[in-house]
């Protein structure tokens, strides 16, 4: 977040560049895993603000998935060992720390996300555990995480689609990734 410069972003509700600027900051708690322990963090969120269209755009780094109280990384981590059967769902969920019907939910939306980015036949081709290995040793999660976004409006493992504006006057809430993109691996 030190490298980005709001200041040479496009805006992504009415694509001016050059109008944007650093308007506040608030706090966020997230879940992640650290020293094998699952731990609560608060995270200070950075959002600009468009001179152009008075539109604010929160500045999300890519270990947040929008609208969810756990990190990507937590997330990849349980299923990947989910996937590789390392452990019971018992076992898993108390680790962890979160319910059985919180991994299904996840499991099925990973799922979902994996068969639409990679299409049906692929899809069956492909095994999640190998799938989720290639996501987390890609160059560049960054990459995959902007592409995922443009085609299907929303983060990878975000459990529902953002609005779409209908004009810069009443948009609410639009999702992009801004560059310069950093790669969290």
């Not at 992504?12 to 997230?30: A, E, F, L, Q, V």
């Not at 990947?80 to 996840?106: D, M, V």
């Not at 069956?124 to 996501?135: R, V």
Request: net charge neutral.
């Amino acid at each position: 977040m030190a490298l980005f410069r709001p200041e040479l972003e496009t805006c992504p509700i009415c694509g001016s560049t050059g109008n944007c600027h650093i308007h506040d900051y608030y706090g966020r708690s997230i879940i992640d895993f650290n020293s094998g322990i699952p731990e609560k963090s608060n995270l200070c969120v950075m959002r600009v603000f468009c001179d152009s269209c008075c539109h604010a755009h929160a500045i999300l780094p890519d270990i947040i998935i929008p609208y969810s109280s756990y990190s990507l990384l937590f997330v990849l981590r349980i299923l990947g060992e989910y996937f590789a059967g390392l452990s019971t769902i018992e076992q898993l969920c108390e680790r962890y720390g979160i319910s059985q019907n919180q991994l299904f939910k996840w499991v099925a939306l990973f799922k979902a996300h994996k068969q639409e980015w990679l299409g049906l036949l692929a899809d069956a081709e492909i095994s999640d555990l190998s799938f989720l290995k290639n996501l987390s040793f890609a160059g560049s999660y960054s990459s995959f995480s902007m592409e995922f976004i443009q085609r299907s409006s929303r983060s990878f493992l975000q459990s529902h689609r953002n609005p779409v504006p209908r004009s810069p006057k009443n948009a609410r809430y639009h999702q992009t990734v801004f560059a310069p993109d950093i790669s969290i691996f």
